[in-house]
């Protein structure tokens, strides 16, 4: 008898677990109780259990924000007192002029199962209250520099960016136990361009559980040259979004972006692992469709790290140590 988990009403989508222990996404019928469409379609999105935990897995999210370089400001939603204990963080950066909060409530109104969200606000405040930024990205007399525009100073002030997103990472990694598996990435325009550049230099041997990036991506300038080539790197999983309608983060720089994890990693990893969704009609927005939406889901119905704990608590089940 399939069970029904949880439903997301923005996507349409309902999480439903089957006798055999597996779950998967579904389309809805109805949002209001009406029966669950739960044959196999197109929509189908299969959530694999894992029921044995990896020795270096899910941390702990007693934050302390003394612990963190810089001390950031970020706002920290762990999943509900009666749900499963969160297996993996999603991490959100918001884009330029923007702040944490709204992209905190996303997280929120996402409620991806066994999921802690963590919205980082960015580091440098615009002047006149018109918000933050990860980078400086203006040009002598204020006006932002295209992402299509080599520039030196902005590359230079993106690989503090980068810097300032991987050292937090590295603390929920060294003081808090999480694997970097365990930790997604979604970024939106200005912080989507900080999340890739992060992941085209990162360690060779570290894996993040994926990325989400909304219009955004990469961007023209010499920080290109510190991601060289990786053969056998650890290629962390991308989903991209961009606008085909979008001035501001052009679709000619999405299939840049694909260029560039190619070269990093493998024309094989950049097959398997990079894809690329570009939205006809869409411009320079967050998610903003079902379509959207429903793209943004499977990415993370694929990835996500989910325990089986119905599964786990049965007592005829026996755990082996070796």
């Not at 055999?20 to 579904?26: D, E, K, P």
């Not at 934050?63 to 969160?86: K, N």
């Not at 041997?205 to 990786?230: E, F, N, T």
């Amino acid at each position: 008898m399939d069970e029904v988990e949880q439903v997301h009403e923005a996507a349409r989508l309902a999480l439903v677990r089957h006798s055999g222990g597996h779950t998967r996404w579904i389309p809805c019928s109805s949002l209001h109780n009406a029966p669950l469409d739960t044959t196999v379609s197109s929509l189908s999105m299969q959530l694999q259990p894992k029921t044995v935990p990896s020795r270096r897995g899910g941390g702990h999210l007693d934050l302390d924000v003394s612990c963190f370089p810089h001390a950031p400001h970020f706002r920290l939603l762990q999943p509900h007192t009666s749900a499963p204990v969160a297996q993996n963080v999603l991490i959100f950066l918001h884009g330029r002029g923007d702040s944490h909060e709204p992209f905190a409530r996303l997280g929120k109104q996402m409620e991806l199962p066994q999921t802690a969200v963590i919205s980082l606000r960015a580091p440098q405040e615009l002047p006149f209250g018109l918000g933050f930024t990860w980078m400086n990205d203006l040009d002598s007399i204020g006006d932002v520099i295209l992402p299509v525009t080599s520039h030196k100073q902005r590359s230079q002030s993106l690989e503090m960016a980068r810097d300032y997103i991987w050292s937090f990472l590295c603390v929920l990694h060294d003081r808090y136990s999480w694997s970097y598996s365990r930790l997604f990435v979604f970024g939106f325009s200005q912080g989507a361009c900080v999340a890739f550049h992060l992941a085209m230099t990162l360690p060779r041997d570290v894996r993040l559980g994926g990325m989400v990036l909304v219009s955004g991506g990469a961007i023209a300038g010499p920080h290109l040259s510190s991601s060289s080539s990786q053969g056998g790197a650890a290629a962390t999983p991308m989903l991209q979004v961009t606008g085909a309608a979008d001035d501001v983060y052009p679709a000619a720089l999405a299939e840049q972006s694909r260029r560039e994890f190619k070269r990093r990693y493998s024309q094989e990893a950049a097959i398997k692992l990079f894809t690329s969704l570009v939205r006809p009609g869409k411009g320079h927005a967050m998610i903003d469709s079902r379509e959207d939406m429903q793209q943004v889901m499977s990415f993370f119905s694929k990835h996500l790290y989910l325990r089986n704990i119905a599964l786990e608590n049965r007592s005829d089940v026996i755990e082996l140590q070796t």
